[in-house]
C-alpha cells in the first residue's frame, strides 16, 4: 500500500489477555519502528528492525512485550497478560533506513485498552 | 542524556495571527531534526527535517528554523485548519527522541 498500516485500529481486552497487534510498513522500507504514545506523554520507542539485523529491543518495558518482523517487512507486537497500565495508542512507523533522509512515516495506531 | 523540550505546551491563537512554536534539545550527533503534525485519532505526519543550523525548510503557512540548540516552527495567519499538535524529534544514530508537543488551536 501507499502508507503504514495498522491493525486493528481498537482493540480492547481484558486484563490477564494476550494482543497482538500489526505492522504493515511502506514497501521498501527496510527501518520499523513500535512506538506507544500515552495521553498527555510523548513518544516512547519500544523495538527498532533493520533488515536483517538483530533488532534493538532497548525500549521494550518488561519480558510482557515482544515483537518480530518476518521476511523484512509485516511486524507484529505481542503483549502477553495484559495490564491496565499497558493502555495506549501504539504508533509503528518505517523509514527508508541508514542514510540522510531518515524521517518516520507513521500508521495511524493501534488503540488498546485494558479493562 | 539526550532529549527534547517542547514549549508551549499548549497554544491558542485567533485566525491570522501569528506565533512560533520552540523545540529545544540536548543530542549528542544530531542526525537531523523532524517536525511532525499529529490530528486527534491519528499518527503523526511528516513535515520537515532540517539537518544544520541555519537551514530553513517552508510549507505553505508553516516555516521551520535550525540553530544549534533549538528549531522554531513559525506560523504565519494560521487558519482554523491548522488546529493540531505539533511534535519534534531529533534523531542521533537510529533513534529517534520526541518532545511531548505543543497542541495548537486557531479560533475562528
Known amino acids: 500500500g501507499a502508507g503504514v498500516s495498522q491493525s486493528p485500529s481498537n482493540k480492547v481486552t481484558e486484563k490477564g489477555k494476550d494482543v497482538e497487534l500489526r505492522c504493515d510498513p511502506i514497501s521498501g522500507h527496510t527501518a520499523l519502528y513500535w512506538y506507544r504514545q500515552s495521553l498527555g506523554q510523548g513518544l516512547e520507542f519500544l523495538i527498532y528492525f533493520q533488515g536483517n539485523s538483530a533488532p534493538d529491543k532497548s525500549g521494550l518495558p518488561s519480558d510482557r512485550f515482544s515483537a518480530e518482523r518476518t521476511g523484512g517487512s509485516v511486524s507484529t507486537l505481542t503483549i502477553q497478560r495484559t495490564q491496565q497500565e499497558d493502555s495506549a495508542v501504539y504508533l509503528c512507523?518505517?523509514?527508508?533506513?541508514?542514510?540522510?533522509?531518515?524521517?518516520?512515516?507513521f500508521g495511524e495506531g493501534s488503540r488498546l485498552t485494558v479493562l | 542524556e539526550d532529549q527534547v523540550t517542547q514549549s508551549p505546551e499548549a497554544l491558542r491563537l485567533q485566525e491570522g495571527e501569528s506565533s512560533s512554536l520552540n523545540c529545544s534539545y540536548t543530542v549528542s550527533g544530531l542526525r537531523g531534526l523532524f517536525w511532525y503534525r499529529q490530528d486527534p485519532g491519528k499518527g503523526p505526519e511528516f513535515l520537515f527535517t532540517l539537518y544544520s543550523a541555519g537551514e530553513e525548510k517552508e510549507k505553505e503557512r508553516l516555516k521551520a528554523t535550525l540553530t544549534k540548540k533549538e528549531s522554531f516552527l513559525h506560523i504565519t495567519a494560521p487558519k482554523p485548519e491548522d488546529s493540531a499538535t505539533y511534535l519534534c524529534a531529533v534523531r542521533t544514530g537510529n533513534q529517534f527522541y520526541f518532545g511531548t508537543g505543543t497542541s495548537l488551536t486557531v479560533i475562528p
Open positions: 512507523a518505517s523509514s527508508a533506513g541508514r542514510g540522510r533522509t531518515g524521517e518516520l512515516f
